[in-house]
């Protein structure tokens, strides 16, 4: 965690040392390094005097350098007394080699007071190596000794147990090792990217480097760390960094070294944009880069995963380690890539970098890893975009402007936990710098993600103090690294401009000079004077030399001049002008300008500082009345409203004012206004036009406040204020000001309702434009409403300083964005729900200050338009009375379900509860809108049942059955298969006696029967009802269901001992088994005949036929070989066949109609047996009673019916999800057959030797 430390302060009487930037070395010496003096290179070494105790205006501090002054300033604002002041030693004071430094505080009648001791100060300027004059890559002075034998041969098992040795010499291997080597310098070698050091190099190295060599060995463990390589090897390169901190100024020229330690490793990954291991990061702007893993046998698994890692360290010494997401190997061989961050690789610009990957083995606790690619990174080093001073305007900054607003600009490099130290470095036109220390910012999670950066406000700096001088800004991103802070310094900003330019001294001053006119008719005695102020930062002391200059348009130029002793070098200098002066260089001046400046020779340093002029006119001042603002035809109160397209000063009529004069007409902000508040146009001859355009974004800052409107007039470069117009802006009027809306209420966001109960995704709310909208200014949003629990319900939207007006706002005339689906959907009904926005015109962080909008309202309808839905209905009666669980699904009309729903459920008479209660009961659903009833019992007869659930908006059926039969319908034939027609009206039979039965399914009277002969035993009726495919021991019919005529046939010939037979859900096709055939035979519906017959296998015997609902597939079952084979549909071939695992005879097959399972009847082995049909495998055998035959199953797919006639007829009922039989209802007609169930799945109709037995079925 970042915490910034408190200001050090002086004790009374005991002055801390000052604070430079530099290190400790062994000698105890504080090092200075070239960067310390020339960082500021106009300022030289910065010397920061930390507070002392007793601070206060007027104290002078003094910079001694060897008891020597260089430097000093009095404090001479309140602003200074709380922060460091600051202190330079130029450059040329500093050359290599030792000083002492030390200040001295002088307090008025004190006697003056210094540090204990002085800081003893090492100073270096030259960098290790000189000066590099090769443009390319590598120091044009450092090079290094690598054995031949290693370069050109790599380093192997053997090398590396040994090390590696390296020695850094000259290029001849004679002389010093490198230019300007000094004793203490190290020597930081990296191999790939991980480094060795040098011990300090000592004196016997440069004075004997042949006898003294700088030897580093590469070790068995850097060896081992950095990895093995491919071809290409790793590059080993060095820098020298000496004792105080300087570095040379690139690295050695690299050299590759392939190394091969035997260790078993996985091939490197490549690098897709490097070229020749070189990969220029400029070139990649913001894209980020391509990594490729080969995944090729033996060395890869399916199921590996793969976590690809990029090692390297900064050229700051922080370490980066990035791992790219994982993946999971599911192809081999394949190119696997990885996608690695730009921002990442940036911040290893100038350095080797390593990418390898491990790989993740289930079973297996060490990973296994690969050899190393290593990649040099070039490029310009990523810097820290410079802050943006907001209140600045071009290169200017208005020293009257407070606080300060500084952006950060987005970076990916600034993360949610690092800190902002940011510094304003001031110089005042005096040469007196100020650079207060500021608390340090933490960003915010959305400030650190949001594009637009985020602001840090400067509350307390005192931008007057540096009027006419300079500002710049930058700020070091701090980096918590254990318990260091690691720190990046930003680019800085451009030097701004505080206010007008000026010079170091102040301007001359004349007596008698108002306003910048001077009339001798007012002058006492007709004499002035003309006074040179004593400066305040710098004074001049004695042997200063002073020298004044008067030019008059007219009389011309008379100068003067003084040198200063220790008597008159403590006050200003004062010149009497007496009546002769006046009359010669002051009266001929008449309606012409004056001009004084003077300038001070100073004689220690051999400096010479200029005054600012000072400039005025002789004669009698204009007499310039207050402007007025167009819009507002003079009114003293502004409607910001007049003002919204155009804002416009006008300058009244004034016969003395001449065309030539150049006007600036200026709009001053109310007191603390920010720089946007105020405008100062640029100055343009009055000509005729007294009209001057302004900004209006100006009245967006001081609304409600007092302005101040005036102008200027230059004549003869000399400015001649007006009279101000005082103005009152008036608020904006709260009916042109909009209200925000959330789009997905009633009437396009209107409202005044608003229903969450029919949301399905996150909410959006909208925000349009108002008048004098512009970018930068502030916004707040939030919701306040009600909870269904009666809570609170409160959304922060927009909050200062993360939420402003952007470009793009502004461009397309609204914004948008979500509010989350989860908080919404738990307000309670009826409650409201309220909009507070607001807006900050004048651009103020301060929410107290932003404009109020008026507020929206709207009436939360927490009512879910839902639907209600029984899930698995028909719900039958089990066992024991109980009935299968009834459950119910609630959700709105676009899919999302409904919480806590209550649901009113009503049992029909004859049903009960689980705890034996009856009719209405109320229930609720679960979180995901299920509501599940178990326990319901049944006690009735046999029969359908309606069952209601209601709730607060829909009502929804289901039926409750007790299985069972319901109606006996008495017959004349031997039934022994029955079919119903699609649409549900007819019922067909077949029967052994040779006759074909047609029923009226809803009255179950029957209207017609044919003899066909041959015993008929299997029918199945096409989808359009028109006709039916009946088979026999020889013969296949086709029958006219029309009138239940035979309309063709196929023979043994064709289809030797039809058997099965089933429609194609298309109805184009019938398949028929041809039990003694071992084949299926395909029936052309529309052309009647046989266009392919399809093998089953030798000796098989293909009987009963389902096929799937989609078409593709036909089931074929042969019941002597207890198996089913599949046929492809398209292709007319078996694809597969399944063996069974049962005993006995195969004598029903269906299939449900979700396509999923098949239900096969072994009526032997007294077993229903499963086929998953997607996997096409077994998957459970049901046992069932003894004599089950023929099966059915439900149009809903939920259950299947089993008909059985051992010693008793009855009717099973099987769950298709449990796959368990649920119940067994006895049936009242002996040796019950085929059994076929009603399109509504309401009732199934069974038939035997007498009767068609119809059942309760759903």
């Not at 799937?1108 to 198996?1123: E, H, L, M, R, Y």
Request: with cysteine; glycine share 8%; charged share 20%.
């Amino acid at each position: 965690m970042l915490v910034q430390p408190k200001k050090r302060i002086s004790a009374p009487h005991s002055l801390l040392d000052p604070i430079v930037l530099g290190r400790l070395l062994p000698s105890g010496q504080w090092g200075i390094n070239r960067a310390a003096v020339f960082t500021f290179p106009d300022l030289g070494l910065l010397v920061v005097i930390p507070v002392w105790a007793t601070k206060a205006v007027g104290d002078t501090v003094k910079l001694l350098l060897n008891d020597r002054e260089v430097d000093g300033r009095p404090i001479i604002d309140q602003t200074e007394l709380k922060q460091p002041t600051l202190l330079w030693v130029a450059p040329r004071h500093l050359q290599t080699g030792p000083y002492q430094l030390t200040y001295e505080i002088k307090q008025p009648n004190q006697k003056e007071e210094r540090p204990d001791k002085p800081l003893n100060l090492f100073v270096k300027l030259e960098l290790p190596a000189g000066q590099d004059i090769d443009p390319g890559p590598g120091h044009s002075n450092l090079f290094m000794y690598i054995p031949p034998a290693i370069v050109n041969g790599g380093v192997d098992k053997d090398v590396a147990e040994a090390g590696v040795p390296i020695v850094i010499r000259s290029e001849s291997g004679s002389g010093l090792p490198y230019p300007d080597i000094a004793e203490g310098d190290v020597i930081h070698l990296s191999w790939g990217g991980f480094f060795e050091y040098s011990t300090p190099v000592t004196l016997e190295q440069i004075n004997d480097p042949a006898a003294n060599p700088i030897l580093i060995t590469v070790s068995k463990a850097t060896i081992k760390e950095a990895g093995d390589t491919d071809l290409f090897g790793l590059a080993v390169t060095f820098k020298v960094r000496d004792i105080v901190g300087n570095e040379s100024e690139d690295w050695c020229k690299a050299t590759r070294i392939v190394v091969t330690t035997g260790i078993d490793l996985l091939a490197a990954p490549i690098v897709q944009e490097a070229v020749n291991n070189e990969l220029d990061a400029d070139k990649q702007g913001d894209n980020d880069i391509t990594v490729h893993v080969t995944a090729t046998r033996p060395d890869f698994e399916m199921d590996d995963i793969i976590h690809l890692t990029m090692l390297g360290t900064t050229l700051e010494g922080e370490k980066v380690e990035v791992t790219a997401l994982p993946q999971t190997v599911d192809n081999i061989p394949h190119n696997y890539e990885f996608k690695l961050s730009i921002a990442a690789v940036r911040k290893l610009v100038n350095t080797q970098v390593s990418f390898f990957y491990r790989l993740e083995r289930s079973g297996s606790s060490d990973p296994l890893r690969s050899k190393g690619q290593f990649v040099q990174v070039t490029g310009a080093a990523h810097r820290l975009a410079a802050p943006i001073i907001e209140e600045a305007e071009g290169d200017f900054i208005d020293p009257t402007k407070t606080p300060i607003n500084v952006r950060i600009p987005f970076d990916p490099a600034i993360e949610y936990g690092m800190g902002i130290e940011l510094f304003l470095l001031g110089k005042s036109p005096d040469g007196s710098t100020f650079l207060p220390e500021l608390k340090w910012h933490i960003p915010e999670e959305d400030e650190v993600e949001n594009p637009e950066g985020f602001v840090i406000t400067v509350n307390d700096y005192n931008l007057k103090l540096l009027d006419g001088g300079t500002l710049k800004g930058w700020y070091d991103l701090l980096i918590a690294e254990g318990d260091e802070i690691l720190r990046r310094e930003s680019l800085h900003t451009k030097l701004l401009n505080v206010g007008e330019p000026k010079f170091e001294l102040d301007a001359p001053i004349v007596l008698g000079v108002a306003n910048g006119f001077l009339d001798p008719a007012t002058l006492p005695g007709g004499t002035s004077k003309l006074t040179i102020p004593r400066p305040v930062v710098k004074p001049w002391v004695a042997n200063d030399e002073a020298t004044w200059k008067w030019v008059g348009d007219i009389s011309g130029e008379e100068p003067g001049s003084r040198t200063f002793n220790a008597v008159t070098a403590q006050q200003d200098w004062v010149i009497n002008l007496d009546a002769a002066f006046v009359a010669q260089h002051i009266e001929p001046n008449r309606d012409n300008k004056i001009t004084i400046r003077y300038q001070l020779w100073r004689h220690a340093t051999n400096e010479t500082s200029l005054s600012n002029p000072l400039v005025f006119t002789v004669g009698v001042a204009l007499d310039l009345l207050a402007p007025s603002i167009k819009e507002n035809n003079g009114d003293s109160a502004l409607n910001p409203l007049l003002v919204r397209d155009t804002l416009t000063i006008v300058v009244p009529d004034n016969s003395a004012l001449l065309p030539t004069d150049e006007i600036i007409a200026t709009w001053t902000g109310a007191q603390g206004t920010p720089a946007g508040g105020s405008h100062t146009s640029v100055p343009r001859p009055l000509g005729s036009n007294r009209e001057f355009a302004i900004p209006n974004s100006v009245v967006a800052f001081n609304l409600n406040k007092d302005v101040k409107v005036s102008y200027v007039v230059i004549r003869d470069s000399k400015p001649l204020p007006s009279l101000v117009f005082d103005l009152t802006v008036l608020n904006m009027p709260q009916n042109e000001l909009l209200k925000p809306i959330i789009k997905d209420a009633d009437n396009d966001g209107e409202g005044p309702e608003f229903n969450v109960g029919n949301l399905t995704s996150n909410a959006t709310y909208r925000m349009g434009v108002w008048p004098l909208i512009a970018t930068g200014q502030y916004v707040w949003l939030r919701l306040k409403g009600t909870n269904a629990d009666g809570s609170d319900y409160t959304l922060q939207i927009h909050t200062a300083p993360g939420s402003m007006v952007s470009a793009q706002w502004l461009n397309q005339g609204y914004y948008e964005r979500s509010i989350a689906l989860e908080g919404l959907r738990n307000l309670k009904d009826g409650s409201p729900l309220t909009m507070e926005f607001k807006a900050a015109f004048g651009k103020s962080t301060d929410e107290s200050e932003a404009v109020v909008f008026p507020v929206r309202t709207y009436t939360v309808k927490a009512i879910h338009e839902a639907e209600l839905t029984f899930i698995n209905q028909p719900y039958l009666k089990k066992y024991n009375d109980l009935v299968e669980d009834i459950v119910l699904n609630s959700s709105t009309t676009q899919g999302v379900p409904v919480p806590n729903e209550k649901i009113t459920l009503n049992l029909p008479a004859g049903f009960t509860y689980a705890d034996n209660g009856n009719g209405s009961r109320d229930f609720w659903t679960d979180n995901n809108g299920i509501l599940t009833v178990s326990g319901v019992k049944a006690k009735g007869n046999p029969g359908t049942y309606n069952l209601i659930a209601v709730s607060s908006t829909t009502t929804a059926t289901a039926r409750l059955t007790i299985v069972g039969y319901t109606e006996l319908v008495a017959h004349n034939s031997s039934a022994k298969d029955i079919a119903i027609t699609l649409d549900g009206l007819h019922v067909l039979t077949v029967d052994n006696s040779n006759l074909i039965g047609l029923y009226d399914a809803v009255k179950l009277s029957q209207i017609k029967t044919t003899r066909i002969g041959d015993y008929p035993t299997h029918a199945a009726i096409t989808p359009d009802g028109l006709r039916a495919f009946i088979t026999s021991r020889n013969v296949v019919f086709v029958i006219d269901m029309l009138n239940l005529s035979v309309i063709k046939t196929f023979g043994t010939e064709t289809i030797p001992y039809p058997f099965g037979v089933a429609i194609t859900p298309d109805g184009a096709h019938a398949f028929v088994s041809a039990f003694n055939g071992s084949s299926v035979s395909v029936i052309n519906i529309q052309s009647l005949s046989v266009i392919k017959t399809i093998f089953t296998g030798a000796n098989s015997r293909p009987s009963e036929i389902a096929i799937t609902p989609d078409g593709k597939q036909a089931f074929v079952i042969d019941s002597f070989n207890q198996s089913v084979s599949i046929i492809d549909t398209k292709n007319y071939l078996v694809i597969k066949t399944i063996a069974l695992l049962t005993q006995g005879s195969l004598t029903s097959i269906g299939i449900t109609p979700d396509g999923l399972h098949a239900f096969i009847v072994a009526s032997a082995a007294n077993k229903v047996v499963v086929i998953d049909v997607p996997s096409q495998s077994l998957k459970k055998n049901i046992s069932v009673m003894r004599g089950s035959k023929h099966i059915a199953i439900a149009p809903g797919g939920r259950h299947v019916f089993l008909t059985s006639h051992d010693t008793f007829s009855a009717v099973s009922v099987i769950d298709t999800v449990s796959l368990e039989v649920i119940l067994d209802a006895h049936l009242p007609a002996m040796g019950v057959m085929g059994i076929a169930i009603t399109p509504d799945g309401t009732r199934a109709i069974a038939c035997n030797n007498k009767y068609l037995t119809v059942i309760a079925a759903g």
